[in-house]
């Protein structure tokens, strides 16, 4: 079911059973038949770790969705309730649990908190009466989940909002607890390193919890040479900028949530004859995404200019192995065919759901207007014209194109000139708000709280010297066979990852004074291993380094990662943990003012 | 070794029973034992002695001492008995000495003395007294039973959670029944008690009766009956001076056997051993003691003192003033090995051994006999099991010895049951030990777990040689040496003669960072005690915080424990300080130690109070007076509300929620043109936007007569380029065209593209020579229609290159 979380340099399938033997052992204190009312937007991270088949096996009949008023009617025994520590969904627990006492057979009622328990809510039950109700209140620490074999999301939304406007720590409490939870399963992490204010916090709370499990952690050779912890905030510059990766586009323009995607149907229906066209499939079209699919493995983090030629490539492989039946003279050929059929159709059926999502694509960017929003970031990105108002931007909200857009754009070129002129600033403020309504007032407070839109202090700007030393800007970019990280933004090289570079090789010493601008402190810690577990490296061995982004990471960093792994003299390896896969716009649109 | 079997007794034809010498007693009893109300723990646990001068009906004025003794005699500790008349003592899993007193009050001690609580075998005991009380273990617990004044029994099978279960009356019963014991079938405590020649079994329903299968006819009473340490098999003595021996189901009869004893026993035991198929009862006289199998002769010895007997698993503990004493069947390892000529591998290997260490050739032939049998492994592992069950270490070496030695010529034993005995014996000889006084056997060892010994230890407050264990065996921290040093730590705070800062230091000098060791529960000891500062004290050192804050909150430190909480990270520890704090304090103290800290007045804000975040940012930006643009946006917003409102009354239409931009744009979709540019004039709207804002109003009604004349009202501050688009999106080419023609040179090309006019897009660029531009129009070139342009563009690329 999993087989691609086994193929990384660090097994994560053993994580994921590990978090599957635990929701079993829950499933089954409930004895007889259940039925699971879900928070849904846990539904979507639970589907990584646990089909239904696997909650079917444990006598899970039925699955509703938590809403108000009465629980639906289902005979079964066990009602247990999936919830995010919350206390507006205490409210409907205790609606649902209160509702039913008046019909029919008693049930038994159980809680599981993902993925802390929270003395909070459990008060608000008690408040409202119905704390007594549940049989089993536990919780299921559900922190980090495996998404693909270097992957793992906490699936957290808010955790940027939380961190950097609310000054809310819950998200690296439970960022501190998933790391404890991998260092049991992989060992202690020697050496950490960190830059910004929440790096700095998870890694004290780590230390400390290190010291409450101390006598009881199993002496595990460690897996993970180095952990690097890099708050979002560091690097406010990339997630803004479009990616242009494959899998980052289809992200940008599609939006992937828990590794599925909704496609618009059209381009991928049956194409049979005669049929004309007459009942075009009107549900979108989901697919997972994820390199269990051999294809997608190779394209997912190419430059969307390369992904072109690989599909034809593929192509011709393909229809040449179908040619092959044609020479397959003996019994023995032919049953050889035969044998590999099923792998072929499977490459057949995913080389084209990949070239009709590759047109879709396509589609969007040869538009004249990503063109032209393309062509603006990478100015800003390459230092051209960040102090002025730009016109694009201004054209962009006189025609109102979506917020989001526009925000992201200003948010760009705030972060790419070190903040902008105050005049600057206050035109797009109440150009702004008078085009999108005042009540975005909020939203623009957010977003300076965030960093994101600000002043320039001082009237200094300091990202061209951090532009220079670290090398973010590249103009001979091969977005074919790259030869730098650049090419995820065919240009910009993003800005977290060069640092996960830098620190591998030479290491951070050289950069000093460029860590001194960015935000935060930047440290170093090492949690001292038992002599037995030391590691001898042989010769030519890669380290192997968890990046964990705190406040989230795009897709395109993700394949820059992936491509410094893949670098033949790199010497590192890395696996990728964030509190949430964001893009430019969810992740603006995580620190918007909801509608009250 | 010729006398090594002389205390080898048979019984029957396959089995032998011996007595050896434990210790000899090493306390100074100035009675005989009989005088004394007596308990002693099973598994060589402590003896409890009470003088009983409610027995003798003597006057209760002198007050009897209560003593406690180690199993070898050292003495543990020893009270006045300030309390009622007891009726019976006994012995809890946990070795704590229940005290049974005739007005059913159960007083509990521990084995130093301490008095621990006390509890109640139910009202109706007070006035009927208690006759008779059992003090018995079972997989729950330790349970008490009572026979009370009224004949009636009431039971409680776990003293650690008291549930009284008054067992039913038995029909006709006048008299206090002439024996009875306990049962333990199918996890439910039963009593069975024999009057006159009926036997009865009560369990919590019914009383009925039984008779056990195959009892020889005459009986007219029952004198004594035994449980087996089980609860497998019971033995019943009948005044026929027969002993029956059966299944405690009382379904099966093992055997019977006629002693000829008419007196009654004082006390009858069974002697077993698990996994043996032989069944022995230990029955003891004033002076008499005899073993009685499935065999027709018994063993018989002689007391020469006042003994007491203590069923153990695997045998039967014999105390008396002077010695005590081990009685149990030989095991099978030991048989083999010792039984006079015996051929069995294992004595071979011995032999082989001893011959060896007196360097002669027989070592050899010894050796070739059992490897010819093949049995080498088998003699390597009886040496190894027969050396458990050796009580004298000098055998104990001897077979291990002989162990290692065979083990030199096999290839492949896995060495570890030799590794482990070789352990385990060094702890029991440790813990055997007179100063210790646990004679604990290996059977038993095993069956009590090593974890339990440790407990013991720990009990006994022998913290520096259960300490040695645990880095013997290399146990776990957590579960061995950090659990002993917690436990001495506890010991050590209600030392109270010794000052706070003493106790802190000397517990944090020898736990230092041990890992695993709740300081938070030696500070719940210390609070117990009352010494608030001490546990405030070692608070300190406890690492984790979710053990720490509940505490200080207990011990109302609240602020401490907020600072706690907050250094720990876990926003859920700081919301229960917090809820803890507001029912506490008043709500001004509340806010005024918020204060000063951020954290948790952001977090209260948020989750607790329940405020929308939006209003709290709102809010922050008016009290921020500061905030000049906020306070101007916010006053921009109310004047537009103001005017939107009025919009509304005069046109009748809704303007209510509309961004300013939406609002123009709906009057001129309206076509209220002036009021429109008013608006925009009142509001400052930027030129360039209003441009892009009226001609997206016009070009949406097709209004292209207007759209024409606001394009000439001035030079347009977006260039015209956007015109041509609009025009476009509303397939209005001819508009377009109009347009076209006025767009600057920059954006011409793409403008004459836009409206498909690919030829003089081709001219234009040629003429500019932009190379970006040419190949755009060429990209356009589709078809033959535009094949002459294509040409022409390719001979000015052509022309440019040559230059």
Redesign the interface.
Known sequence: MAAHLSYGRVNLNVLREAVRRELREFLDKCAGSKAIVWDEYLTGPFGLIAQYSLLKEHEVEKMFTLKGSRLPAADVKNIIFFVR?R?ELMDIIAENVLSEDRRGPARDFHILFVP?????CE?RLKDLGVLGSFIHREEYGLDLIPFDGDLLSMESEGAFRECY??????S??HA?KGLMTLQALYGTIPQIFGKGECAR?VA??MI?MK??F???QNAIFPVFDNLLLLDRNVDLLTPLATQLTYEGLIDEIYGIQNSYVKLPPEKFAPKKQGDGGKDLPTEAKKLQLNSAEELYAEIRDKNFNAVGSVLSKKAKVISAAFEERHHAKTVGEIKQFVSQLPHMQAARGSLANHTSIAELIKDVTTSEDFFDKLTVEQEFMSGIDTDKVN?YI??C????HPLIKVLRLICLQSVCNSGLKQKVL??Y???V??????EH??TL??LEKAGLLKPQAGGRNSYPTIRKTLRLWMDDVNEQSPTDISYVYSGYAPLSVRLAQLLSRPGWRSIEEVLRILPGPHFEERQPLPTGLQKKRQPGENRVTLVFFLGGVTFAEIAALRFLSQLEDGGTEYVIATTKLVNGATWIESLM??P? | MDCYTANWNPLGESAFYRKYELYSMDWDLKEELRDYLVAAAPYGGPIALLRNPWQKEKAASIRPVLEIYSASGMPLASLLWKSGPVVSLGWSAEEELLCVQEDGVVLVYGLHGDFRRHFSMGNEVLQNRVLDARIFHTEFGSGVAILTGAHRFTLSANVGDLKLRRMPEVPGLQSAPSCWTILCQDRVAQILLAVGPDLYLLDHAACSAVTPPGLAPGVSSFLQMAVSFTYRHLALFTDTGCIWMGTASLKEKLCEFNCNIRAPPKQMVWCSRPRSKERAVVVAWERRLMVVGDAPESIQFVLDEDSYLVPELDGVRIFSRSTHEFLHEVPVASEEIFKIASMAPGALLLEAQKEYEKESQKADEYLREIQELGQLTQAVQQCIEAAGHEHRPDMQKSLLRAASFGKCFLDRFPPDSFVRMCQDLRVLNAIRDYHIGIPLTYSQYKQLTIQVLLDRLVLRRLYPLAIQICEYLRL???QGV?RILAHWACYKVQQKDVSDEDVARAINQKLG????VSYSDIAARAYGCGRTELAIKLLEYE????EQVPLLLKMKRSKLALSKAIE??????V??VL?HLKNELNRGDFFMTLRNQ??AL??YR???E?R???LQ??A??FYKAKNE??AK??E??MR?LRLQRRLEEELGRQFL??????TVTTLILDGHNKRAEQLARD?R??D??L???KL?ALADLEDWEELEKFSKSKKSP?GYL?FVEICMKQHNKYEAKKYASRVGPEQKVKALLLVGDVAQAADVAIERRNEAELSLVLSHCTGATDGATADKIQRARAQAQKK
């Open positions: 520590p206390l802390r328990r929270s003395l909070l008060q406007l609310e000054s809310d720590q819950t690296l409490y501190a916090q004290n709370m400390r010291r409450e101390t006598g009881s016109s201004e054209d909200i006189a025609q109102k206050d035109h403020k109440r150009e708000l008078q085009t999108y309504g005042y007032l909020l407070h957010s003012e909801r009250l | 776990p921290e957590v950090s960072d041990t890992p695993g690492p984790r915080s979710g720990s990270g876990d926003t859920d520890l919301f229960t809820l951020p954290m952001s977090l948020q989750r607790i329940g929308v975040a939006a940012t709102a922050d930006a643009f906020a946006a916010t921009d917003q537009l929620d509309l961004s300013l931009h939406d509001f709207i930027p360039k936007r441009w892009w804002l997206t977006i956007p």
